[in-house]
């Protein structure tokens, strides 16, 4: 038997409420359940419920889906990143005694008064970029230091262990390049135009070319 759910929770909680019915804007959007800290954030972004966004930045019209965590990253423009993606998660010192995060995160185990600084600097220094108009599937895992190319797509379930050119489809473990999503001349000319770069006048003005890749093309590539 089939039982018709017409709404669950009933009445609504006010998060979700929030969520469903949200409009973007130049202010960045962050879902209750999130946190992010030291980063900065882009208009018109959106991260869903869950997520972690750890001195990063996260560029304009770019979405977190939800239980997503990102740290010591950059991500560009009109980034799509599907639920539990993970950019960037942390190294530990195989080349120590023990691996474990007590040899850095000593005050947790209060072995020191201050934690391994100079550990954490290393990781800063690993960061993942992340280039414009990404799509990132779900359970994605990018590892530190991985530069991602404008246009790319992540396969769901990959994990990348090397950099990934512009407009390139990679998926499995460790992944693999599979394909280019258009050939060689149109992705050059593509990167030429920058469309990600027009200030909202403009891309209101020609956001419904977006969808014709060789009229578009035409129009705006050199």
């Keep these: 038997?089939?039982?018709?759910?017409?709404?669950?929770?009933?009445?609504?909680?006010?998060?979700?409420?929030?969520?469903r019915g949200k409009r973007l804007s130049e202010k960045p959007y962050i879902h209750p359940t999130s946190i992010?800290?030291?980063?900065?954030?882009g208009a018109w972004t959106d991260i869903g419920p869950n997520t972690y966004v750890v001195e990063s930045s996260f560029d304009d019209y770019s979405y977190a889906a939800?239980?997503?965590?990102?740290?010591?990253?950059?991500?560009g423009k009109f980034c799509s990143i599907a639920s539990h993606?993970?950019?960037?998660?942390?190294?530990?010192?195989?080349?120590?005694?023990?691996?474990?995060?007590?040899?850095?995160?000593?005050?947790q185990y209060g072995f020191d008064d201050a934690d391994d600084a100079a550990f954490f600097?290393?990781?800063?220094?690993?960061?993942?970029v992340i280039g414009h108009d990404v799509w990132i599937g779900t359970a994605a895992i990018i590892l530190p230091g991985v530069h991602v190319g404008t246009g790319a797509v992540i396969g769901a379930g990959?994990?990348?262990?090397?950099?990934?050119?512009?407009?390139?489809?990679?998926?499995?473990?460790?992944?693999r390049p599979i394909r280019k999503?258009?050939?060689?001349s149109i992705i050059d000319?593509?990167?030429?135009?920058?469309?990600?770069?027009?200030d909202r006048q403009t891309l209101e003005e020609r956001f419904d070319e977006l969808r014709d890749i060789h009229s578009f093309i035409e129009k705006y590539a050199n």
């Design 66 to 75: 939800g239980d997503v965590m990102i740290i010591y990253s950059q991500i």
């Design 181 to 184: 999503r258009f050939p060689p």
């Design 85 to 107: 993606a993970r950019i960037n998660p942390g190294n530990h010192p195989m080349e120590r005694v023990t691996q474990h995060h007590c040899t850095y995160r000593r005050t």
């Design 36 to 41: 992010v800290r030291d980063s900065y954030l």
């Design 1 to 19: 038997m089939l039982h018709y759910i017409e709404m669950f929770p009933d009445p609504v909680p006010d998060a979700i409420k929030a969520f």
């Design 158 to 175: 990959a994990v990348v262990t090397k950099d990934v050119a512009p407009y390139e489809v990679v998926g499995g473990v460790p992944a």
């Design 189 to 198: 000319e593509l990167l030429q135009t920058a469309w990600w770069d027009w």
């Design 121 to 128: 600097d290393w990781r800063r220094a690993d960061q993942c």
